[in-house]
């Protein structure tokens, strides 16, 4: 894990640089129809970090895949019921009313490591999908899974045959992704509401939490960025000739009123 990180940071002294140039390049390439896909440890990740973004993209005509790792947790049961059954229907249900398609991988949470033999299933179905862009989970990360997929993302990245662009995201950040250093805001105002049914599909994760934790992290952001509601996101490079998100970031303007609690 060392390794990516240190890439990582490496990029993130020049990357604001490339970014501000490449937002407006991005609203140019509208017309262009992308695959993007989101490739998150769990179900709701994506939904929670992506959701107002996702929303947008699918309203403007591209195609979002969510790709998780992990729907379960060895024989572990909601309601008496096998976790990854519940866990299935509320990603389906989710990605029906966004309008986006999922992928769900069958890796037991205790299990996911970004191992060779893992890497090459994630690769192998990548070069199949034929991704424009690809949105993962930030690395400095409390919760394992979403350290271990970053992993497997950035693996498949280095190694991408044709190419992609990659941006990371942040999840509850304070309590599970730690020290994300945003460069792109995204107002969600027009569809903070869908985001927020979205996540009401979640029973089984208490989406009522979940959603308080959002509602603070994207107040926070927005304030930074001076709307009321945004996501943030962190591209690692600017590809030469490869699409970036087709949509209009906004810049860092001011600071936020105070940082959202974990929980």
Request: glycine content about 8%.
């Amino acid at each position: 894990m060392m390794k990516p990180l240190m890439s990582l940071v490496a990029v993130a002294s020049i990357s604001w640089a490339a970014t501000a140039v490449c937002a407006g390049e991005a609203v140019a390439q509208a017309d262009k129809k992308l695959k993007i896909v989101v490739f998150s440890a769990h179900p709701a990740d994506s939904e929670s970090g992506v959701g107002g973004l996702a929303a947008t993209l699918v309203k403007e005509g591209h195609e979002v895949i969510f790709a998780v790792a992990s729907a379960f947790r060895g024989e572990r049961k909601v309601d008496g019921k096998p976790e990854i059954g519940i866990r299935t229907e509320e990603e389906a249900a989710a990605a029906k009313l966004l309008g986006v398609t999922s992928k769900i991988f069958p890796y037991d949470h205790n299990l996911l490591v970004s191992d060779l033999e893992t890497q090459k299933v994630v690769r192998t179905w990548l070069e199949e999908v034929k991704p424009d862009i690809v949105i993962t989970h930030w690395p400095i990360d409390t919760h394992e899974n979403h350290s271990a997929v970053y992993g497997l993302v950035w693996r498949c990245y280095k190694q991408s045959r044709g190419g992609w662009n990659l941006y990371l995201y942040e999840i509850e950040t304070g309590g599970e992704t730690l020290a994300f250093q945003p460069q792109l805001y995204f107002d969600i105002a027009p569809v903070i509401d869908l985001k927020k049914q979205v996540i009401d599909i979640y029973k089984s994760q208490g989406p009522a939490k979940i959603w308080r934790y959002n509602d603070a992290m994207q107040h926070n952001r927005g304030a930074e960025c001076g709307v009321q509601n945004a996501e943030a996101y962190f591209l690692v490079e600017a590809k030469p000739g490869l699409p970036l998100l087709p949509v209009k970031f906004l810049p860092k303007t001011g600071s936020p009123s105070g940082a959202a609690r974990s929980r």
